[in-house]
Structures are given as C-alpha cells and as structure tokens.
C-alpha cells in the first residue's frame, strides 16, 4: 500500500466536541451544564466570570510601593574623592576608575558632583564622565583642568 495525501491518518486524537443541550437523550440536555438558572445559566452570563476571575488575579498580585523607573541610574563621583585619589594633570576615565573600584564595570555610567560650594579644586584634572553637575565643571575650568563628557545623557 502506498501512502498518498487521500490516505494519511492523523497520530494527533482528537475527541469531538460534547454536543450540549440537543435534549435528554444526548446526555448533555436539560440544563446543558449550566446549572439550574440565574445570570450565568443563561446566553451571556458568562462575562461575569472573567471580571470575577481578573479580580482574583489582581488582588493576589504583590503590592509594590511607587514605580520603577527604566531610566538607568548613574554612579555618583564627588570632586574631592577624585582630588585625593588623582595626582595633577592627570586623565580620569572609566578605566581609570574601574581599577579604583569607584564604578563596578568600564560600561558604568557615572556622573562627577561637587561635593562642598567652600571647597576648590587645586589639582588640575582631566575628567571623562558621562554628566557633571554645573559647580563640579566650573570647578574643574576654573583648577584649569577639562571637563570631558563621554556619550552625552538626555
């Protein structure tokens, strides 16, 4: 016997669908599974039963405070840590920092931050950084060093 498409079977068993309510002698008469009566006994009642459901869900979900947000957070340098740790005329980068386990990976973004208005930079620094706040930038200007911003944030 050859196989041909007219001859295939199906290895998948299928079990045909349960004909309600087509009377007593179907076994699936009288109330077809419904129940005895009520909202959900009859033709669109069921709708119920989804919000009844989702609710369920709803509730049992974890109550979290506040939101998260997808925006990626930066790694916090302060000027004075750098001025410690940095001789003069230095270049400060990611590299740099990494070796010092100031930020976790090279890939960390971080942003420099003044850390005191009385205190000024003596050292002069080339800083590579992602952000700077507007007194941490002047500070480094003004030590006569550069403020270099490395793919810039928005």
Known sequence: MSISLSNLKSTIKRKKKKRVGR??????????GRGRGGQRSRS???????IRGLKRNIRNLPK?????????RLAILKLVDLEKLFKNKDIIGPKELK????I????????VLMSSTSIS???ELNIKAH???KQASQAIVKAK??????NSIK
Request: hydrophobic letters at 25%; glycine letters at 16%.
């Open 145 to 150: 060093g550069k403020a270099i911003i490395i």
């Open 44 to 50: 669109g009642g069921k709708k119920g039963l989804k």
């Open 23 to 32: 009377g007593d002698s179907s076994k699936g008469g009288n109330y077809a």
């Open 104 to 111: 976790k990976t090279n890939k960390t973004k971080y942003k």
């Open 121 to 123: 930079l003596k050292k």
């Open 99 to 102: 070796k010092l386990n100031l």
């Open 131 to 133: 952000a700077f706040s």
């Open 64 to 72: 979290l405070k506040g939101f998260k947000s997808s925006r990626q």
